[in-house]
């Protein structure tokens, strides 16, 4: 039997760990249930710091892990699936092409930061989405030290009043000042299509967030879009015209295209509708898990979101899922009813919330503690200790914050 995983992210290698734990407890050997994870590359890419200097720092290696729970590393990237034929086409980067079979499928793909047909946002965007664009963004960035002291070089825009547009714009100030010194006025200003900031996350963390921008001098344009942009600046659908050498673009995500080849129902992000197993109904032998599903949390009508606290534990529910229905099992129904957000603002420290209606519990310096250690350890991978690693992957644990 095998049980194949697209993916190598959150929701990827917990579902590696997950199904690799339910084989361990129920004594199935490696050869008569094969795991297998096809990606790019062997490593997590800790994809929620990538608004942070030095992004080629941030990922972890998987290869001892995955060789500590018997998980079978497939190198290449996923360009067709045949659900009719259960198999997977692969290519790698130098072109070798591979074909790889499956009893279950697990679909943890990802999203991808969704950019709009805007003139000029490929020629002269930046994002800090996925690891490349994070390494350019930041070269660029750095770049700005020898370029000629302008209003432009001096001001970066950030297209997004959501959660990582925030962080990005409240890293700005202090990123900057490192480059040019604290003597050159910058500006740092984020243009929100809709009426208010952090649009997502309530009412109540608003005015510390409000606050937090004024503190750290960061503007706002609300109402408004990019309608384009050019090597000097960005004119906004509002009319206005800003100088500038620097957008970053953090407005909307999509899930992987890759989805798309599954017969079956999407949501509005290419997210496949899955039933409470993870299972994609419609197209036998397939689970989708992540930002590649649209999973209720519980019966309230709360879905899961696009992050990596929902897809950790989507992972992990989808890994023991797909495991179990080869080896006969019950399968477990997901749910997540604890839901937290750590929001980072810089210099300006951070905000903790807990539940669907976010109540603010930590402001400030306690709260920024607090979003380091999710950042800097909560988030990376277990230790490449088989026990250590399998008891990481049950997917009713509940990490209390």
Known sequence: MKLVIIGAGFAGMYAALSSARLRDIQGISPDELEIILIAPEP???????????????????????????????????????????????????????????????????????FRPNIPGLAEHGYSADQLADAVTLDRHIQSLATAPAT????????????????????????????IFGSDVETRI???????????????????????????LGVETRFGAGVASLDATGVTLTSGERIETSTLIWAAGM????????????????????????????????????????????????????MSCQHAIRMGAFAGHNAAAELLGLS??????????????????????????????????????????????????PPRAERAAALAAADPERVIEL
């Open 43 to 113: 490593s997590l890419v800790v994809r929620p710091r990538l608004y942070e200097p030095k992004p080629e720092t941030l990922t972890a290696p998987l290869l001892d892990l995955f060789a500590a729970i018997d998980v079978v590393y497939v190198k290449g990237s996923a360009e067709t699936i045949d659900t009719a034929g259960r198999k997977v086409h692969t290519t790698d980067a130098d072109g070798t092409r591979q074909t790889v079979s499956y009893d279950r499928l697990v679909v943890a793909t990802g999203s991808r930061l």
């Open 151 to 178: 209003k432009g070089r001096n001001t970066v825009v950030v297209a997004g009043g959501g959660f990582t547009g925030i962080e990005v714009a409240t890293e700005m100030p202090a990123r900057l000042r490192d």
């Open 189 to 215: 200003i984020i243009v929100e299509r809709g009426a208010v900031i952090a649009p997502a996350m309530g009412t109540e963390p608003r005015p510390l967030i409000e606050e937090a921008l004024r503190k």
């Open 254 to 305: 999509r899930a992987a295209p890759l989805t798309a080849q599954i017969a079956a129902e999407r949501d509005n992000f290419g997210r496949l509708l899955v039933d409470q197993a993870l299972r994609v109904s419609a197209v036998p032998a397939v689970f989708a898990t992540g930002d590649a599903a649209r999973a209720a949390c519980d019966d309230l009508g709360h879905y899961a979101l």
């Open 331 to 380: 399968t477990k129904t997901y749910h997540q009813k604890a839901y937290v957000t750590c929001l980072d603002l810089g210099e300006a420290g951070a905000i903790f919330t807990r539940g669907w209606d976010p109540k603010v519990e930590m402001i400030g310096a306690v709260a920024k503690k607090t979003k380091q250690e999710i950042n800097t350890a909560w988030i990376y």
